[in-house]
């Protein structure tokens, strides 16, 4: 059973950079695909992108310019950069994980506000 | 983007009876390769992180009651729960898999009636 958890400052200024991390444990062969998804405050899911167990990546067309995703060789660290932030992205912030694009495990999600 | 829709926004349905939400995608989810349907449907309790329930459009995830269903193909879906129970209140969002970037429905809030 895999495990995530998702952490990082709660609080962010509108123009830094919001650094997240995903700690992933209790690993499965199967899981090859990290992804992160956000979820602002009373709304819906939006997918933000994932890291392949290869290394590759992959990001919504509409935050590309502003998303890093990386992780450690052992894909026990995956980390969410979002450079110039404003105000829209304030949400709760998921780690998921599964066996190609298919999610089969979530974390429990860290709210992120964007606030001076 | 495939869009995923929806409906209806929100549903309240008395204890025991029917719930029935209807998921459409803008393009055919349906791989030709292995005949399978890459929706998946997840369930969102308040204040908790997606469950999911159904996967490949029809197939239960492990441990989930035998009242909720997954049906369709192509581009309609529906997620079925046979007879609600108070602890099915939750918002149900539908997912597609098939390509990138991965899309969800706006969700379909369930409510006791």
């Known amino acids: 059973q895999v495990q995530l958890q998702e952490s990082g400052p709660g609080l962010v200024k509108p123009s830094e950079t919001l650094s997240l991390t995903c700690t992933v444990s209790?690993?499965?062969?199967?899981?090859?695909?990290y992804n992160w998804i956000r979820q602002p405050p009373g709304k819906g899911l939006e997918w933000i992108g994932y890291i392949r167990s290869t290394g590759n990546t992959d990001y919504n067309p509409s935050l590309k310019s502003q998303v890093t995703i990386s992780s450690d060789t052992s894909k026990t660290q995956i980390s969410l950069k979002l450079s110039s932030v404003t105000a829209a992205d304030t949400a709760v912030y998921y780690c998921?994980?599964?066996?190609?694009?298919?999610?089969?495990?979530w974390g429990r999600g860290t709210l992120v506000t964007v606030s001076s | 983007d495939i869009v995923m829709t929806q409906s209806p926004d929100s549903l309240a349905v008395s204890l025991g009876e029917r719930a029935t939400i209807n998921c459409k995608s803008s393009q055919s989810l349906l791989s030709s390769t292995n005949n399978k349907n890459y929706l998946g449907w997840y369930q969102q309790r308040p204040g908790q992180p997606p469950k999911v329930l159904i996967s490949?459009?029809?197939t239960r995830e492990f441990g989930v009651p035998d009242r909720f269903s997954g049906s369709g193909s192509g581009t309609d879906f529906t997620l079925t729960i046979s007879s609600l129970q108070a602890e099915d209140v939750a918002v149900y969002f539908c997912q597609q898999y098939y390509n990138s970037p991965l899309t969800f429905g706006g969700g379909t809030n369930v409510e006791i009636k």
């Open positions: 209790g690993g499965s062969t199967n899981i090859n695909y």
């Open positions: 490949w459009a029809s």
């Open positions: 998921a994980a599964g066996a190609g694009y298919r999610i089969e495990y």
